[in-house]
Structure formats: structure tokens, C-alpha cells
């Protein structure tokens, strides 16, 4: 608000340069300028009549500058950013089960809007929807998943660098190898922050999180507004303590925060 944008080229040097109209008058002192490589012929001046202003506080505060005029930008560490997969699992069935039915992970489909709505980057990988006839028995022969292995998967997060996974878990007969695909990829990203979250998950957070020490955090119910918040604790860090409709891990200790309201 306390600069003009100017389609003058501000070279390395210009900063304090006056910037005058047709009168020959003194309107703006040139200030910053964007990049080359970003933008051609960018720049920002501080208006003469603020230069004015902040000339005279100078005088009477003994050279000392009260305040700068602000360009209108946010930055944030590159570090610090938030990369995000969310995931669903293979779909698990007995081996003499004669049919199936696959449906759209509606409830992980809402969360990714809603974090992508709050201006995240969201990555997507569903298992059983990017290989639906594919079956692997597992080791006791006894169930079938269908969906993509747990090499594939890894191969799918290995694409691009990510620090935060969701899962989604909606079925406690699919908690064995939903535990076991968690705990090879923790073991493989052990800084990722594990976030699971579904209809067993809600039902049993301490059971879960005490049989997979491997998962950080525990969303209760609907997740849409309380995955945001977990996002933007994550990017202060703050504690998760304030953030209610979670379980989470601190300490070795299971934490179980109040409900979210609805």
C-alpha cells in the first residue's frame, strides 16, 4: 500500500534514485526491483510525499527510521513448506469372496479439496483405484487385496519429495496391511509426519497408535477443517494441543484432545 509499482528498469545501484515526471519533478524515490529472471522492467518506489513524511520523523527522532514501506508480499522458508500425499490403501477380501464392489474415496476426495481450497499443494495416490483387478494374496493365503503392491506405492511417493502423509483407513479387516504398508514407509521416511484418519481410526485412535507406534496423529471424524489446522500447526510449530479432533503422539505419550465441535 506504501509503494508505486513502475515499469522502470531498476538496476543494482538505483535504490534512492529519484524517479521525476514531465515537470521535472521529483515524485517517487526508486526503491526495489523484481528479478530479471521473474519479471522484465518491475520495480517499486517509495512515494515523495512518504519520503517526505519519514524525512521530517528522521529529523526530530534523531536519524532513527520508524517504519519502511512494504511491497504487499509473503515469503516463506522453501524449507518449511508443507508437501503433501494423501493416501488410500488396497481394498482387502477374503480369498473365497466371489465379488467386490470399488467405489471413490469420497471422504479423502473432500479433505484434498478442502486442503487444496486452503491453498495447499495436494498429491494424491489412490491404491486400489490405479490398479482395480489387480489381486496379491498375502502371506497366510488367506486374503486378497486389490490394488497396487507396496513397492508400487513407494514408487508412486518416491515421484516427488513429500513431508506429510495422510491415510485414510475406513475398515478394520483392512488394519493389518494398513499397519504394515505404514510401518514400511515410515521406516523408509522416518521424518514424515504419519497422519491416519477414517472409520477404524475413529473408533480405536489409542488402540491404533499404541499398535502402530508409527503413526504421529490421529484425526477424529469428518476431517476437513481439523486436517487444515493440523497443516498450519505443523507450518508454526506450534503444539498440536490446540487443535482439537485429534489423537497424537508427544513423548511416547498418547495425547487424546476434546472433540471437535460440528
Same mark, same amino acid.
Given at each position: ?15 534512492? +534514485? ?24 518491475? #520495480? ?8 517526505? /513524511?519519514?524525512? /521530517? ?32 490403501? @488396497? ?12 467405489? @471413490? @474415496?469420497? +471422504? ?20 486400489? #483405484?490405479?490398479?482395480?483387478?489387480? =489381486? ?10 486389490? #490394488? ?48 491416519? #484418519? ?22 477424529? +471424524?469428518?476431517?476437513?477443517?481439523? /486436517? ?16 482439537? +479432533? ?11 484432545? @476434546?472433540?471437535?465441535? =460440528?
Amino acid at each position: 500500500d506504501n509503494s508505486i509499482q513502475t515499469d522502470t528498469p531498476l538496476n543494482p545501484g538505483n535504490s534512492g +534514485g529519484p524517479l521525476i515526471n514531465k515537470d521535472n519533478e521529483v515524485i517517487v524515490s526508486n526503491s526495489s526491483g523484481i528479478s530479471p529472471e521473474m519479471s522484465e522492467n518491475v #520495480g517499486y518506489a517509495i512515494p515523495i510525499n512518504l519520503f517526505k /513524511s519519514v524525512q /521530517s520523523k528522521m529529523l526530530l527522532k534523531g536519524n532513527k527510521i520508524l517504519y519502511k514501506p512494504t511491497l504487499g508480499i509473503e515469503y516463506q522458508n522453501i524449507n518449511d513448506r508443507i508437501k503433501l500425499v494423501l493416501l488410500r490403501t @488396497p481394498m482387502v477380501l477374503p480369498k473365497w469372496n466371489n465379488s467386490h464392489s470399488i467405489c @471413490p @474415496p469420497l +471422504g479423502l476426495a473432500y479433505v484434498a479439496a478442502s486442503l487444496k481450497q486452503a491453498g495447499y499443494e495436494v498429491r494424491c495416490v489412490d491404491a486400489l #483405484g490405479e490398479a482395480p483387478l489387480q =489381486r496379491i494374496a498375502t502371506e497366510d493365503n488367506k486374503y486378497l487385496y486389490y #490394488g497396487l503392491s507396496i513397492k508400487e506405492i513407494l514408487q508412486h511417493l518416491a515421484f516427488k519429495e513429500f513431508n506429510v502423509l495422510f491415510v485414510s483407513l475406513m475398515f478394520s479387516h483392512d488394519w493389518p496391511m494398513t499397519k504394515s504398508f505404514i510401518k514400511t514407509i515410515k521406516k523408509i521416511y522416518p521424518e514424515v509426519t504419519m497422519v491416519c #484418519g477414517g472409520e477404524h481410526i475413529s473408533a480405536c485412535p489409542k488402540f491404533s497408535m499404541e499398535d502402530c507406534p508409527e503413526i504421529d496423529i490421529c484425526v477424529l +471424524g469428518e476431517g476437513e477443517e481439523t /486436517s487444515i489446522d493440523i497443516l498450519k500447526t505443523i507450518e508454526q510449530k506450534k503444539s498440536l494441543s490446540k487443535v482439537n +479432533g485429534i489423537v497424537y503422539r508427544s513423548d511416547e505419550e498418547i495425547i487424546i484432545n @476434546p472433540k471437535r465441535s =460440528r
